[in-house]
């Protein structure tokens, strides 16, 4: 991360810029943890279709391909244009489906479950946009945003499931009941994708630290910020003869790349792993407990939170992981979790599986946080944003990866 030594001290907003992305973090996920967390609506209404599976499969290749292309060419891209983008699609997409579900009445069949999976697909393009384009964009900034901005991304999902459960408490388990909440759910959520939208275009770019770093990337060579330092009302920023120094050519995308193969390689393990459990075997393959209906909701609100907890753990500097060695043997040990489940889900109680999921999302979290605050460090601003689109491209190619091996969970079950 950038150097905080020699900031001038008549910079302000830290903490707004802290609680900003944060914000711009749930928002990030908001709509697609909706759209998960929602998904005893969607096995009810959908009955046939698998749609716990089949929604994030076809989310996947969507994100993943429209991330790879960003990636290529981030160099180029205006990082303005492209979160606004991204945070409208959002918007887009969960007003398209609240629309839906009110023009026909809530009612089933193929051609409605084709439009959530627009939507699902909508969402994929979004969020290859909005994650890639701000964690790239915060990568050259505090190590305080970016943490902020991934702990949003899991906060998205805890407030997912905590809303959730409040709606299956209030409302009665039948399809009407259900779909009552899936409405409230993207109702709130189109709210909030519009708040993000005027957060990211009003208020983030006028934050003086936030135009202080972008000024500084802006020094070393970047091309990505300059709609951003207009937007903040400056053509330029005053910044320190030490910093606005030597504009050496950057190292090319392979080049690092190949410097940060290791983290890369830990990012797309981290989620190969998460996925090829959560959501689609914990929604259909556990079995049946004493919760009843609440147990898959309990088990997705549990990752969800220790998953939030993961990503807040490593503000404790004690605890924070930096070393490349022991954060692949971590992950890699994660995988030990596979066999764990599989004999938890057939032979032992629902508190069994509960601790595992917690830890599943606690190991999730704080990997993903070790390693996108760490790997950015000694870089200059334009290779760091260059770098957290890649680690995002291979943390969506892990999820990509891990949504096609949950299905090997339905062999010798039948379709």
């Known amino acids: 991360m950038s150097d ?42 959908y009955p046939d279709y698998h749609p716990s599976r089949v929604l994030t499969l076809v989310y996947q290749p969507f994100v993943f391909i429209t991330l790879a292309v960003l990636t290529y060419h981030e160099a180029n891209v205006n990082t303005r244009k492209r979160n606004i983008f991204g945070y409208t699609l959002f918007f887009i997409g969960t007003l398209g489906i609240l629309v839906l579900n009110l023009a026909t009445s809530g009612k089933g069949g193929i051609g409605t479950f084709i439009g ?13 946009n909005v994650q890639g384009g701000m964690v790239g964009d915060l990568s050259y900034m505090r190590p305080q945003f970016i943490q902020s901005f991934v702990a949003g991304l899991a906060a998205s999902g805890a407030i997912s499931s905590g809303l959730r459960s409040i709606t299956k408490a209030v409302f009665d388990n039948s399809q009407k009941g259900l779909r009552k909440g899936a409405i409230l759910f993207f109702t709130l ?22 135009k202080y770093y972008r000024s500084k990337a802006a020094s070393e060579g970047s091309k990505t910020v ?44 981290i989620y ?12 259909e393959d556990t079995g049946s407990h004493s919760l009843g209906s609440w147990y898959t909701l309990v088990l997705i609100a549990m990752f969800n939170v220790w998953d939030l907890v993961g990503r807040c753990v490593p503000l404790i500097e004690c605890v924070k992981l930096e070393s490349r060695a022991v954060l692949m043997i971590m992950v890699v040990a994660r995988f030990f979790l596979i066999p ?46 260059a770098l957290g689109n890649i680690l995002v491209l291979f943390l969506i190619g892990g999820i990509s990866a891990g949504v096609t091996c949950d299905w090997l969970w339905l062999i010798g079950k039948g379709w």
């Open 189 to 210: 959520c189109t709210i909030f994708e519009l708040l993000c939208i005027l957060l990211y275009a009003f208020v983030f770019p006028k934050l003086p630290i936030v």
């Open 4 to 45: 905080e030594k020699g900031i001038p001290a008549r910079l302000e907003g830290n903490f707004t810029a802290m609680l900003v992305c944060w914000l711009l973090g749930i928002g990030c996920l908001f709509s697609w943890n909706s759209m998960l967390t929602i998904e005893d609506y969607y096995v009810k209404l």
């Open 116 to 128: 959530v999976c627009v939507a699902s697909a909508a969402f994929g393009v979004a969020d290859a």
């Open 272 to 283: 190969l792993l998460t996925l090829s459990i959560f959501p689609g075997f914990l929604s």
């Open 340 to 385: 764990a489940f599989y004999f938890t889900a057939k032979y032992a109680d629902q508190g069994y599986m509960i601790f595992l999921t917690s830890f599943l999302g606690l190991s999730n979290g704080y990997l993903t946080a070790c390693v996108l605050i760490t790997a950015p460090n000694g870089y200059k601003g334009p290779e760091q944003n």
């Open 226 to 269: 300059s709609a951003d330092l207009a937007a903040g009302g400056i053509n330029s920023y005053s910044v320190t003869p030490e910093e606005n120094s030597s504009k050496s050519e950057r190292l090319s995308n392979k080049q690092l790349l190949m410097e940060n193969i290791d983290y890369t390689i830990d990012m797309f393990l």
